[in-house]
């Protein structure tokens, strides 16, 4: 299995990282892609993927929650150095999120689409973060639209119409720990989107999936929301994890 979405890098993990990706690895999760957030958490990101060359991979991006007024474009110039340095997989987590600040809606629309640019420039997919932005989200990738333009809708918690525009665009969706939730909704129509359009992911430490929701999630969790979608689409666990690894493999090139 691989985990698409996972800050192995935050401080949440810094009493046991090592047990908690030895906890994974042992699950039988080859792969962990890592996020980026801001400035402030590359060097930790970095550092933990040279420590698991080949097992763990960082992406680059500006967060939408950091896009702030003082510092925005700053640290733009910093992804930007970043991608020009080295190959990334993918160019994430980006997007809008207007659940804790709608006032810089128009700066992350900004910084989102400049993440974008530079993804059809390198042929990168982007990880979009999008919450209670849907409809702000689509307008840019709309606006935006292009062949090479792809990625994934992390943690999709939106509803079949949504998407289905989503998968409209070139995009699949990252399905994680609120498919296990009573009110999470999407467990409701999930069967109608073809296995093909999926990959598993964490978020963790957020996100975690029942039984240990509440708490903090962890990559080794990723079985339960693979166990999740053999309910929803009748499949074997082998198969779930079949298909959702190819995915993962066909959307990110860990090299060059």
């Known amino acids: 299995m691989i985990d698409t979405h996972t800050h192995l890098y935050a401080e949440e993990f810094d009493e046991d990282r ?9 699950k039988g999760i080859t792969e962990f ?9 590359h060097g930790k990101m970095l550092e933990l993927e040279a420590e698991y ?16 007024p ?11 150095s970043y991608l020009d340095q080295r190959y990334f997989p993918a160019i994430g987590e980006i997007g809008i999120d207007l ?5 810089t809606l128009d700066i992350q629309v900004k910084a989102f689409e400049q993440q974008i640019d530079w993804a059809i420039e390198k042929d990168l997919p982007i990880v979009i973060h999008t919450r209670e932005s849907f409809d702000e989200t ?27 525009h989503a998968m409209d665009l070139n995009f699949i969706l990252g399905i994680g720990g609120v498919v296990t939730f009573k009110n999470g909704k999407i467990d409701q129509f999930l069967s109608e989107i073809p296995l093909d359009k999926i990959v ?33 689409y009748g499949k074997d666990f082998s198969e779930i994890d079949r298909i959702t690894t190819e995915n993962a493999r066909n959307l990110f090139k860990t090299e060059v």
Request: with cysteine; proline share 5%.
């Open 33 to 41: 892609y890592l996020p980026a957030i801001d400035s402030e958490s």
């Open 138 to 164: 689509f307008e840019v990738l709309e606006r935006k639209k292009h062949l090479k333009l792809r990625g994934i809708f992390h943690c999709f918690s939106g509803n079949l119409e949504q998407a289905q």
């Open 18 to 26: 090592k047990e908690a990706i030895q906890r994974a690895l042992d």
């Open 99 to 103: 659940y804790w600040d709608k006032t």
């Open 70 to 80: 003082e510092s925005w474009e700053k640290e733009l110039e910093i992804v930007k």
């Open 200 to 232: 598993l992911e964490t978020d963790s430490p957020y996100l975690a999936p029942v039984p240990h929701r509440g708490k903090r999630n962890e990559s080794s969790y990723l079985d339960l929301v693979a166990g999740k979608l053999v309910n929803i």
């Open 53 to 68: 060359p080949g097992q763990i991979f960082s992406m680059m991006g500006l967060h939408p929650c950091y896009v702030k």
